[in-house]
């Protein structure tokens, strides 16, 4: 069964350091793979997705994520945290033929220090 | 564009009491999707629409969870009895009309947090 694995529950940065956020999947194909920001009370929005193609993607609010096949993973990276980004970082794995299904990790929080 | 629309935004009930939640898409978006977000966890699918008819609804509780979309657009959810496990984030996400050897990305709507005491 396919399934997403963020083994980070809780991350602290300080501002303007970089950030990794890890996710680790298990699909038995190349899945469609995201990652979505939650801000507190908000729904999910997307940041940027990998279909195919070149491995390192750009998304919004400066943030880059690489597929890596061989590890099975799809790390979300930014050079420099703004306070603003203190939130929850959700990766999932989109089923490809499933028209559409999501499947998510249990998401990392990430807290900025001044 | 005016983004997924819910209400409530929240709701909190007694256990074996039924509610309802509400859902309008992104206009022309054929495809809705529920999903339960338990705290501490990421959101898991309940339910899938294309237009007005089910696409995908294994993990739905059917015995005390069901959802419409009559029209093809607006949708509702309802839990009757509700549980204490039930309280979640219930998320309302809309994507274009989907296509079998394409994927289109989900617009979620800020959900409704149901807390069963």
Known sequence: ?114 | EAGVAQSPRYKIIEKRQSVAFWCNPISGHATLYWYQQILGQGPKLLIQFQNNGVVDDSQLPKDRFSAERLKGVDSTLKIQPAKLEDSAVYLCASSPLGQLVSYNEQFFGPGTRLTVL
């Open chain 1, 1 to 114: 069964a396919q399934s997403v694995t963020q083994p980070d529950i809780h991350i602290t940065v300080s501002e303007g350091a970089s950030l990794e956020l890890r996710c680790n999947y298990s699909y038995g194909a190349t899945p469609y793979l995201f990652w979505y920001v939650q801000s507190p009370g908000q729904g999910l929005q997307l940041l940027l997705k990998y279909f195919s193609g070149d491995t390192l993607v750009q998304g919004i609010k400066g943030f880059e994520a690489e597929f890596k096949r061989s590890q099975s993973s799809f790390n979300l990276r930014k050079p420099s945290v703004h306070w603003s980004d203190a939130a929850e970082y959700f990766c999932a794995v989109g089923v490809r033929g499933s028209q559409g299904n999501l499947i998510f990790g249990k998401g990392t929080k990430l807290s900025v220090k001044p």
